[in-house]
């Protein structure tokens, strides 16, 4: 079952990722980040990354990008996939993902910054190779907020991190 659903994802993925170039991607800057103050988390209790990186790239004709973050507890985690084209009206610019049982919106702002908007995103040490259903042990997983979280594509909750543009070499250093 696992393994279909990885196969199934690909073909999915590859099926959608040749539209990838149409959203302008290639004009947003390669490298978001942000690092949570104190405030900030003491603010949004349920909030678990402490800092949240997003790096973007074109690559063989694809729109590839990498959320990498730290939670509270100090682990580094990440999740790499391909940008597809937005659902109309979701978001005109961006791109949109299905990893799993997981969904990521990038959208840009007028100022340069974006908005990561995520349904049951959980960041791991090593990336797509977990599921939030396994155990794998000595490897960890960790959701971007604690709280409720769904299974089925489209439905709620839906969690929103606003990133800021950065230099390259934040990204490479969040890797």
């Known amino acids: 079952m696992q393994i279909f659903?990885?196969?199934l994802c690909g073909v999915i993925l590859s099926a959608v990722a040749s539209v990838a170039l149409s959203l302008e991607l290639e004009t947003l800057a390669p490298c978001y980040t942000r690092s949570y103050s104190a405030d900030h988390l003491a603010a949004q209790p349920a909030q678990n990354v402490t800092t949240l990186t997003l790096s973007l790239r074109i690559e063989d004709g694809f729109?590839?990008?990498?959320?990498?973050?730290t939670d509270r507890a100090g682990r580094a985690g990440f999740l790499s996939f391909m940008c597809s084209e937005s659902a109309p009206g979701l978001y005109d610019d961006g791109c949109n993902t299905l990893e799993g049982d997981s969904?990521?919106?990038?959208?840009?702002q007028q100022h340069g910054e974006i908005l990561v908007r995520t349904r049951n995103v959980?960041?791991?040490?090593?990336?797509?190779g977990i599921d939030y259903r396994d155990d794998i042990e000595g490897h960890y997983r960790f959701y971007l907020e604690d709280g409720p979280h769904s299974y089925e594509p489209n439905t709620g909750p839906f969690y929103t991190f606003r990133l800021n543009p950065a230099d390259a070499e934040a990204c490479a250093s969040a890797e």
């Open 5 to 7: 659903r990885y196969a």
């Open 103 to 108: 969904q990521i919106w990038v959208q840009p």
């Open 122 to 128: 959980f960041l791991s040490d090593i990336g797509q």
């Open 63 to 69: 729109a590839i990008a990498r959320l990498t973050g």
